[in-house]
């Protein structure tokens, strides 16, 4: 035998590792609500296809459910008995029950016709009607301004006037336009094309792996910062923009006269160009989107004028079914205030010696007074857009410029002092003009022109599901207020009738 073979064998030298001790095993930190939410709320933001057919229309045969229940409870429990006229049957007789059932069944077959109408007809999507297209060039524009509004995490409001995104003092400590000449995504992984290096740029990225919170931009999907103009910049510097192969320098249009932004203590209005084609390149699909038009986060596709994710109806409301919508909540608040007043009714009379309460009576009374007061809240919320011509999304925007407006009049001047607060709005008025109506860009002049834009021109149409709106999703008449790029201008700058 070898001296080696003799030898007993020998452990290399290592780091001695010594069992955990008792009780010392690591423990998995728990995340809080705010993390779990987020971390959701990015694999919503990076989502490439939708949710399985059955995920999605769950709310739907809920609701189906919800529906024949209340139908066997109204019809079987509560108006068949008074019509045969048994012992302990709640109501006034026969002659109540019919009518009670005669309402009812109007009532709902309206409410089941609307809902069929508004589950099967699709909002309108972007991708049939664009191509695939590389993103734009980037257009030299103004300073955004910062804003603490929360948006909806199913949606992504690309091109919304009212986007503040805050992004330092670049715009005021002379920051140079070479030190940030390439402009990222916050929160992104890649650069995306600017006005000096698009030729370069193959194309933009097919995946955004973590998104700014609300809303990201058109070009970026994730929020972008636009760089301020140059002050000593001459008017002719668009001479000199050279286009690349296969690329558009995009010349910015009319903007506005004065490219500084107004005082801290003013009105302050977005100054990106909202309609041009970068602000409404979507980088998941990979094509300029209509105007309007947003990415839904649960369907993973662009919807025409998009309003919201309902998923009471297993899909987005826009476009082509908003219409359908008001009209399904319309009836559907008088369906469940008609089943909750008449079950309440007679149920309160319930004093005879046989008459007792029903326990199924009183779960359908709960369950249609909280559907009636969520619906009609719907229906007087879309009838407050429709006359002002706005989506749900696009209303937030006007919200959280009011609450930045709301928090520079606290700092002003103390909160008793409201009359001087609505003397500044007033002064804020009398320079750009009102928020809801000569600051919206989709204003058309009046309540009754912005109604019948959506719900049609036949009053028949309001309150049937016949019909459709006016417009088809992909075109929409702009304010005269506001530049053909979508920049909203001061009273002095608009057209002279108009001022």
Aim: glycine share 6%; proline share 9%.
């Amino acid at each position: 035998m070898s001296a080696e073979a003799s030898q007993p064998h020998t452990k290399k030298d290592s780091p001695t590792t010594q069992p955990p001790l008792c009780g010392s095993t690591p423990r998995k930190s728990l995340k809080s609500f705010r993390q779990i939410n987020e971390e959701q709320r990015r694999k919503r933001a990076n989502r490439t296809k939708p949710p399985s057919w059955i995920t999605r229309k769950l709310a739907v045969f809920i609701t189906l459910a919800l529906i024949i229940f209340a139908t066997y409870v109204y019809v079987g429990r509560a108006c068949i008995p008074m019509i045969r006229r048994k012992v302990g049957a709640l109501g006034h007789g026969r002659g109540m029950g019919v009518a009670f059932m005669v309402i009812f069944w109007i009532l709902w077959f309206m409410m089941m016709w609307t809902y069929v109408k508004i589950i099967t007809t699709p909002p309108g999507y972007a991708r049939d009607y664009v191509e695939k297209a590389p993103a734009p060039i980037v257009t030299i524009a103004g300073p955004r301004y910062p804003s603490s509004r929360r948006w909806d995490v199913e949606s992504d409001d690309s091109i919304d006037p009212y986007d503040f995104q805050s992004h330092g003092d670049s715009e005021h400590n002379g920051t140079s336009r070479a030190a940030t000449s390439n402009l990222q995504p916050r929160g992104s992984t890649s650069v995306l094309p600017s006005p000096s290096d698009a030729a370069g740029a193959s194309q933009a990225p097919e995946e955004v792996h973590q998104l700014h919170a609300f809303p990201p931009t058109a070009t970026l999907n994730a929020g972008k910062e636009m760089l301020p103009p140059d002050p000593s910049a001459s008017n002719n510097d668009n001479d000199n923009i050279q286009e690349s192969p296969g690329t558009t320098a995009n010349v910015p249009l009319d903007r506005p006269s004065s490219n500084l932004p107004p005082p801290a203590n003013s009105r302050q209005p977005p100054r990106h160009p909202i309609l041009a084609p970068e602000y409404r390149y979507c980088q998941r699909e990979g094509f300029v989107k209509p105007i309007r038009a947003h990415h839904c986060r649960i369907c993973a596709t662009c919807v025409l004028n998009y309003d919201h994710h309902c998923p009471w109806i297993g899909g987005c409301v826009g476009a082509r079914n908003r219409k359908f919508f008001v009209n399904f909540c319309g009836w559907a608040s008088l369906f469940c205030f008609w089943v909750f007043t008449t079950l309440v009714a007679i149920n309160a009379g319930a004093n005879g010696p046989f008459q007792s309460t029903d326990p199924l009576q009183l779960v359908i009374i709960v369950i249609a007074g909280l559907f009636g007061v969520f619906t009609l809240s719907l229906v007087l919320q879309h009838v407050r857009l429709l006359a002002l011509n706005l989506s749900t999304v696009e209303s937030y925007g006007i919200s959280s410029m009011k609450q930045r407006e709301s928090y520079v009049l606290s700092s002003m001047f103390p909160w008793w002092n409201l009359r001087a607060q609505r003397r500044k709005v007033k002064e804020w008025d009398k320079e750009w003009g009102q928020l809801h109506t000569e600051g919206n860009i989709w204003w058309l002049g009046g309540p009754r022109r912005n109604w019948e834009q959506v719900m049609g021109k036949n009053p028949v149409g309001w309150f049937l599901p016949i019909g459709r709106s006016e417009v088809d999703g992909l075109e929409y008449e702009t304010n005269p207020r506001f530049t053909a790029d979508g920049l909203w201008r001061r009273r002095s700058e608009w057209p002279e009738p108009l001022r």
